[in-house]
């Protein structure tokens, strides 16, 4: 497994409240959407089924934490090659109160 030094998922700073990281993965707010999102440490698109079960634990943890009931949205649109996936709020899309579709 690699990491990519152009991808911004692999370079993982801190510049949205972080609520948890492992060596698996790290879980922040997105910067686009404000919803919790989970991010796999390694550059690709495929995690093994083991990494994937544990991120899915991880931000179901976090998640209703945060926001409550959600959905899992792991389509990757603005970075394609690196897997992560954002919990939303039910109903809608965005966080911070917003619940645009």
């Not at 510049?15 to 919790?36: G, K, L, R, S, Y």
């Not at 690709?44 to 994937?52: F, I, L, M, Q, R």
């Not at 009931?69 to 965005?94: C, L, Q, S, T």
Request: charged content about 25%.
């Amino acid at each position: 497994m690699l990491r990519a030094d152009r991808c911004p998922l692999c370079r993982a700073e801190h510049i949205t409240p972080w609520f948890h990281e492992d060596d698996v993965c790290w879980i922040a707010e997105c910067e686009i959407c404000a919803v919790p999102m989970v991010v796999w440490r390694w550059h690709g698109t495929e995690p093994p089924a083991d990494h994937v079960a544990h991120m899915q634990a991880r931000l179901r943890e976090v998640a209703t934490a945060r926001i409550g009931e959600y959905w899992v949205d792991d389509h990757m649109r603005n970075i394609p090659d690196h897997w992560h996936a954002h919990a939303r709020p039910k109903g809608g899309f965005f966080g911070r109160g917003a619940s645009l579709i």
